[in-house]
């Protein structure tokens, strides 16, 4: 087995994994023929893989979406462009780690990126504030939004958050009017604009970045007004019941897509994105490329128009 952290519900999945390694070890190691032996494991292991990951709940969607070994925005920046430049400060207070961007090329395609960024352990993760953008992390990704609409270059947004900074400083520097200056530039850039969901999205630190012509989402990442933790809290006082809570948050990804919130679910591998990178970076990339090509091809006018009809959809309900 590799060193990638599993989480609860998956032990017994790793255990039967550990065994047919094993087993496949043994025949190595004392030369045995155990061919049919490892052939039958190998199906009980397919099997279960099947059923286990085909069947999550909310909750357990929740869970892989935060995994800490699930790529981050500068994971899919190298694996995915080239030539990135990063570009730092908001030209106001200062520079927010939690939030990166810059100038990079999606084949022939010069585009702007700006993601947020989680850490890998937890000294990157306190550098980094966990993901969650304080003022000038906002303010920054307006001035690099800004700067793609002047030279006309796509924007393309990673998210992943549990939401905006909540502490005192942040609100004394002007959170919320940040964060709703955001929504009122991504609503009318006259670019094409395309948002990956590619782990947590959380309230208004993920909208910020999500106000986009294309909205895609990763098949076991989630978006929410709301952490279930956050919303047991509230309505049972209770943080336990955040998997009962999940159930009812429509936080998956193909909740969303069968409310119209999002436009697109990218596949991800059974085992989720951490389990093999490599194949999600690719599917990633194919989808950015038809959508962006796509949206390149539309009036500007017409782009930004349908833009606001969208936005004008959501929340319209008929039963």
Same mark, same amino acid.
């Given at each position: 087995?590799?060193?990638? @952290?599993?989480? &609860?519900?998956?032990?017994?999945?790793?255990?039967?994994?550990?065994?047919?390694?094993?087993?496949?070890?043994?025949? #190595?190691?004392?030369?045995?023929?155990?061919?049919?032996?490892? +052939?039958?494991?190998?199906?009980?292991?397919?099997?279960?893989?099947?059923?286990?990951?085909?069947?999550?709940?909310?909750?357990?969607?929740?869970? *892989?979406?935060?995994?800490?070994?699930?790529?981050?925005?500068?994971?899919?920046?190298?694996?995915?462009?080239?030539? $990135?430049?990063?570009?730092?400060? &908001?030209?106001?207070?200062?520079?927010?780690?939690?939030?990166?961007?810059?100038?990079?090329?999606?084949?022939? *395609?010069?585009?702007?990126?700006?993601?947020?960024?989680?850490?890998?352990?937890?000294?990157?993760?306190?550098? @980094?504030?966990?993901?969650?953008? /304080?003022?000038?992390?906002? @303010?920054?990704?307006?001035?690099?939004?800004?700067?793609?609409?002047?030279?006309?270059?796509?924007?393309?947004?990673?998210?992943?958050?549990?939401?905006?900074?909540?502490?005192?400083?942040?609100?004394?520097?002007?959170?919320?009017?940040?964060?709703?200056?955001?929504?009122? %530039?991504? /609503? !009318?850039?006259?670019?094409?604009?395309?948002?990956?969901?590619?782990?947590?999205?959380? !309230?208004?630190? =993920?909208?910020? %970045?999500?106000?986009?012509? @294309? #909205?895609?989402?990763? !098949?076991?990442?989630?978006?929410?007004?709301? /952490?279930?933790?956050?919303?047991?809290?509230?309505?049972? +006082?209770?943080?336990?019941? =955040?998997?009962? #809570?999940?159930?009812?948050?429509?936080?998956?990804?193909?909740?969303?897509?069968?409310?119209?919130?999002?436009?697109?679910?990218? /596949?991800?591998?059974?085992?989720?994105?951490? +389990?093999?990178?490599?194949?999600?970076?690719?599917?990633?990339?194919?989808?950015?490329? $038809?959508?962006?090509?796509? %949206?390149?091809?539309?009036?500007?006018?017409?782009?930004?128009?349908?833009?606001?009809?969208?936005? +004008?959809?959501?929340?319209?309900?008929?039963?």
């Amino acid at each position: 087995m590799d060193d990638i @952290r599993f989480l &609860d519900f998956e032990k017994d999945y790793l255990e039967l994994k550990t065994k047919l390694d094993e087993l496949k070890d043994m025949a #190595v190691s004392k030369n045995i023929d155990m061919e049919d032996e490892i +052939r039958g494991l190998e199906a009980r292991v397919a099997d279960f893989k099947a059923e286990k990951y085909q069947g999550l709940t909310a909750w357990q969607k929740y869970q *892989m979406a935060r995994h800490p070994d699930r790529p981050t925005t500068l994971d899919y920046i190298q694996a995915l462009f080239e030539d $990135f430049i990063e570009l730092h400060g &908001d030209r106001c207070f200062g520079d927010d780690p939690a939030v990166v961007g810059g100038l990079a090329w999606l084949e022939e *395609m010069p585009v702007t990126i700006i993601g947020h960024q989680k850490g890998k352990d937890t000294k990157q993760n306190l550098e @980094r504030n966990f993901g969650c953008p /304080s003022p000038e992390g906002f @303010r920054k990704a307006c001035r690099l939004m800004k700067q793609a609409e002047k030279f006309g270059r796509p924007l393309i947004t990673f998210v992943d958050t549990q939401g905006a900074y909540p502490g005192v400083e942040a609100e004394e520097r002007g959170q919320g009017w940040a964060i709703a200056q955001n929504l009122l %530039l991504m /609503s !009318s850039l006259q670019v094409p604009t395309v948002s990956v969901i590619i782990g947590e999205g959380g !309230s208004g630190g =993920a909208l910020a %970045l999500g106000v986009a012509d @294309r #909205v895609l989402m990763l !098949s076991y990442s989630v978006y929410a007004v709301i /952490s279930p933790q956050g919303c047991a809290s509230i309505l049972y +006082r209770d943080a336990r019941r =955040a998997n009962e #809570v999940a159930e009812h948050l429509k936080m998956t990804a193909p909740e969303l897509k069968a409310l119209g919130l999002i436009d697109e679910v990218i /596949s991800e591998p059974l085992e989720g994105a951490h +389990r093999d990178q490599e194949s999600t970076y690719r599917e990633v990339k194919a989808r950015l490329l $038809f959508n962006l090509r796509e %949206l390149k091809n539309q009036d500007v006018g017409e782009l930004v128009e349908q833009r606001y009809e969208r936005l +004008r959809k959501i929340g319209i309900f008929n039963e």
